[in-house]
């Protein structure tokens, strides 16, 4: 992004924004990705946007956020705040930090590879009273934490390249009250959500992308699985394919057991699946388990070598018992996502 105070910040864009914040604007959408420019990647922003103090919602896209000027006093009545490929000045995380928790209002926040210009950039707070829907996704962990959110029910964190840092136990405490949950599980060697004790009681729907290949991964998943006894909704994405370097057996799954276990589990989808050993006992283990079950989806990733062949997985597939007697098993390929995503 270009430095404070670059041209592409020009006279008619700094006009515009002037008028935005006197014409007193609520609801705020500004997308570049149209702009181009040979000597920039993104279009700054006039310092005029925090002018706008009467916003209730703000989306942007593709732009980089200046720095405040002094005096700001937040976007105390907003309840949106989007920002998508967003490029953030100088000590940018504690800015928007500040900026999250001087718009008390806040209802949904969604944070969508934001760029963070420093390559060392300390730990900070994400802490909004009355956030209820949460997005954080980026190739790259840039120190984030959250604190203060009481109200949230729908979060959503999905991060490639997590810090070695990275508190999942307390991540998770932190967003134990939500009702639906998207989360990238990391392929790590030992088991991120050790030790966790809370509980899981009003999640609902639940997306994870993780993996099966190591039993540390497993051990993650099942950290999380174990403790949602009202989950309903449970869908799996496959991440890093790579190969199978513990293999576990049913008797595995078995000790992992516990009563509250799929008690309520409705339907299940395992996308880009290998259908490699571990992910069949997986498959069997809830067949053999969830008694409320009524589709069971798998979209084999038949796309590299990697993968067991269809015909094999399908003819292991019809072996398993089923604890629910409305249980139905669907095996497609992963072009077939679309009708169900």
């Known amino acids: 992004p270009p430095p404070e105070g670059d041209p592409t910040a020009s006279a008619v864009g700094a006009s515009l924004?002037?008028?935005?914040?006197?014409?007193?604007?609520?609801?705020?959408?500004?997308?570049?990705?149209?702009?181009?420019?040979?000597?920039?990647?993104?279009?700054?922003?006039?310092?005029?946007?925090?002018?706008?103090g009467q916003l209730t919602s703000l989306h942007l896209e593709r732009c980089f956020l200046p720095t405040a000027p002094e005096g700001f006093g937040g976007f105390p009545n907003l309840t949106l705040l989007s920002l998508v490929y967003?490029?953030?000045?100088?000590?940018?995380?504690?800015?928007?930090?500040?900026?999250?928790?001087?718009?008390?209002?806040?209802?949904?926040?969604?944070?969508?590879?934001?760029?963070?210009t420093d390559d060392d950039f300390e730990?900070?707070?994400?802490?909004?009273?009355?956030?209820?829907?949460?997005?954080?996704?980026?190739?790259?962990?840039?120190?984030?934490?959250?604190?203060?959110?009481?109200?949230i029910q729908d979060a959503n964190i999905n991060i490639e390249d997590y810090s070695i840092d990275r508190d999942f136990v307390k991540l998770l405490t932190s967003l134990a009250q939500v009702g639906e949950l998207e989360l990238f599980i990391p392929s790590a060697d030992g088991n991120v959500l050790e030790g966790i004790s809370c509980s899981f009681q009003k999640l609902r729907s639940l997306t994870l992308h993780t993996n099966f290949y190591k039993a540390s991964s497993i051990l993650s998943t099942f950290?999380?699985?174990?403790?949602?006894?009202?989950?309903?909704?449970?869908?799996?994405?496959?991440?890093?394919?790579?190969?199978?370097?513990?293999?576990?057996?049913?008797?595995?799954?078995?000790?992992l057991w516990t009563n509250s276990l799929f008690a309520n589990l409705d339907f299940v989808s395992i996308k880009s699946a290998t259908c490699w050993s571990n992910e069949m006992r997986f498959i069997e283990f809830v067949l053999s388990k969830a008694r409320l079950l009524g589709e069971f989806y798998i979209y084999h990733d038949d796309t590299g070598s990697y993968s067991k062949p269809r015909e094999e997985a399908i003819i292991e597939l019809a072996k398993y018992k089923r604890a629910s007697p409305k249980a139905k098993v669907f095996f497609r390929d992963m072009e077939d996502t679309w009708l169900y995503s």
Not at 18 to 23: D, E, G, R
Not at 105 to 114: A, C, D, P
Not at 123 to 151: F, H, K, M, V
């Open 17 to 52: 924004e002037s008028l935005l914040a006197a014409k007193g604007v609520q609801t705020l959408t500004l997308s570049f990705w149209d702009y181009s420019d040979v000597n920039v990647e993104y279009y700054t922003l006039h310092p005029a946007i925090f002018a706008c």
């Open 86 to 116: 967003v490029g953030l000045p100088e000590n940018g995380e504690r800015k928007l930090e500040a900026m999250i928790r001087m718009s008390p209002s806040l209802v949904s926040l969604e944070l969508s590879n934001v760029e963070v």
């Open 123 to 151: 730990d900070w707070i994400i802490q909004a009273p009355n956030l209820e829907r949460l997005t954080i996704t980026s190739d790259i962990d840039y120190g984030w934490q959250i604190q203060d959110l009481p109200s």
């Open 223 to 255: 950290g999380l699985l174990t403790r949602a006894p009202n989950l309903l909704h449970l869908e799996i994405e496959i991440t890093d394919h790579e190969n199978q370097s513990d293999e576990v057996d049913i008797d595995f799954l078995n000790a």
